[in-house]
């Protein structure tokens, strides 16, 4: 069997390339293209950010697949996937929230008004999103989250708190889950709203992880929408909250990272000595390397499987669930090898002078637990293969 994408496949990929190697010639390309990072959100928006995301916009490379009467390109989403897989090997900003699950949403569900103001600016990389689900007593599970809004006029009065909100101290709009039916089955009282971040009674409070990714706490006093900032239907949230999330889920976790990950780790058995044998000459590393090796190998053959599922007109969830899962946890896992193979040098933090590898082995221990929490952890991922494919009741 081929899992080699198609000849157009191929020929995108080699003009994204081309795309990154000019940008990379940019006087601050560095600023923006690190494979290093293993955190986009520390960018935030930075100029150099910005001249990315416009440049990505000017080649045509935003809202692919959308609808050209939505000003896309009506390719397959396989597209952007792709676009993401080069991004990511290379440290770039992804196509992220806008074009993805924002856009998409308006696009089926959203108001002609709604599509006016909002497409447009997406397609020119001019409107960065936040994303507010998550609060202090809804996560995993998300149907319970209680930000009310009350009819108040011809709008609604929003008061609450939100959680863990990543870009809400860069972002222009906040795309935001609502209780507007607190008296509705749970999943069944929910709505969205477009809500300007900057808004009068949003207060946000960052919060640093582990893996110094900022993300933030959003308080929400009083603060008034007009009903024409409620996307789609009242009550209907819940729909849209879970297609969004099936399309972030085929888009988001992009499997180059883990290649470029293996082959630093590589370099770097081939590169070390510990007492004054190389590292690729003991044979604990070179079995633990060949079992990596086959593990990244099986991350790729299960990430291709999500893409496979979508392109033929599916909902990926368990296929997404189980590259998620285990993708996720081979990062971590690839970072703790370099952290034994390295010993003490290794954990030296990157601002020190005698940190191996500039301290990227360390940084990336600390932040490779972030993606086995952000999207759903891998509790719920695995909740998803034992209810979905195993069909295991969920309770005894
Ligand atoms: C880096 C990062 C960025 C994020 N960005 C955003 C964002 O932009 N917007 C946003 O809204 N949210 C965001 N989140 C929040 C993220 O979606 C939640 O952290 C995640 O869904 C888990 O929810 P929680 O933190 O409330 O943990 P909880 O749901 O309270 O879970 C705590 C622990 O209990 C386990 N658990 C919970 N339920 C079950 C179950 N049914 N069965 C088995 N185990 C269970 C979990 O796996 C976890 O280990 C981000 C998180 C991270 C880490």
Same mark, same amino acid.
């Given at each position: 069997m081929n899992f080699d994408f198609g000849e157009q496949e191929q020929q995108f990929v080699a003009e994204v390339k081309a795309f990154i190697a000019e940008q990379a010639l940019s006087a601050d390309?560095?600023?923006?293209?690190?494979?290093?990072?293993? $955190?986009d959100s520390i960018l935030s928006d930075t100029p150099a950010r910005k001249r990315f995301n416009r440049a990505m916009a000017e080649r045509g490379y935003m809202g692919m $697949?959308?609808?050209?009467?939505?000003?896309?390109?009506?390719?397959?989403?396989?597209? !952007?996937?792709?676009?993401?897989? !080069?991004?990511?090997?290379?440290?770039?900003?992804?196509?992220?929230?806008?074009?993805?699950? =924002?856009?998409?949403?308006?696009?089926?569900?959203? $108001? !002609?008004k709604l599509k006016a103001e909002f497409l447009p600016a997406i397609l020119k990389a001019e409107i960065e999103f936040a994303l507010g689900y998550t609060e202090p007593g809804a996560g995993s599970d998300l149907a319970s989250l209680k930000l009310k809004a009350e009819r108040s006029g011809e709008g609604w009065l929003l008061n609450g708190q939100k959680?863990?909100?990543?870009?809400?101290?860069?972002?222009? %709009?906040? %795309?935001l889950a609502a209780r507007t039916d607190p008296n509705a089955p749970k999943h069944k009282g929910i709505s969205l709203f477009l809500v300007p971040m900057d808004h009068p009674g949003i207060t946000i409070t960052p919060i640093e992880t582990l893996g110094e990714?900022?993300? @933030?706490?959003?308080?929400?006093?009083?603060? %008034?929408?007009?009903?024409?900032?409620? =996307?789609?239907?009242? @009550?209907?949230?819940?729909?849209y909250i879970c297609e969004a999330l099936d399309y972030e889920r085929f888009t988001f976790y992009t499997f180059s990272p883990l290649? !470029?990950?293996?082959?630093?780790?590589?370099?770097?058995? @081939?590169?070390?000595?510990?007492?004054?044998?190389?590292?690729s000459a003991d $044979?604990?590393?070179?079995?633990?390397?060949?079992?990596?090796?086959?593990? =990244?190998?099986?991350?790729?053959?299960?990430?291709?499987?999500?893409?496979?599922?979508?392109?033929?007109?599916g909902v990926p969830s368990i296929e997404a669930a189980e590259c998620k899962l285990y993708s996720t946890e081979l990062h971590q896992r690839l970072s703790q090898a370099a952290i034994d193979f390295l010993g003490e040098q290794g954990l030296l933090h990157k601002d020190d002078v005698d940190a191996a590898a500039g301290g990227k082995w360390e940084w990336s221990y600390r932040a490779t637990p972030l993606d086995t929490i952000g999207a759903g952890t891998s509790e719920i991922q695995k909740n998803i293969i034992a209810r979905k494919k195993l069909n295991l009741p969920l309770e005894y």
């Open positions: 390309a560095d600023d923006v293209m690190n494979p290093n990072r293993e $955190s $697949s959308w609808p050209k009467a939505y000003g896309g390109k009506e390719l397959p989403g396989i597209y !952007e996937y792709l676009l993401n897989e !080069e991004l990511s090997r290379v440290g770039a900003p992804l196509i992220g929230k806008g074009v993805g699950c =924002v856009g998409q949403t308006l696009i089926r569900h959203g $108001s !002609e959680m863990f909100t990543t870009s809400a101290h860069f972002a222009d %709009w906040y %795309w990714h900022v993300t @933030n706490q959003v308080f929400i006093d009083d603060v %008034w929408v007009h009903e024409d900032y409620l =996307v789609g239907e009242l @009550n209907k949230g819940w729909t290649e !470029e990950k293996f082959n630093a780790l590589l370099e770097l058995v @081939n590169d070390t000595h510990r007492d004054g044998e190389p590292l $044979s604990s590393v070179r079995r633990q390397m060949a079992r990596l090796a086959t593990d =990244v190998e099986t991350a790729k053959m299960l990430q291709r499987r999500v893409i496979y599922a979508a392109s033929q007109g």
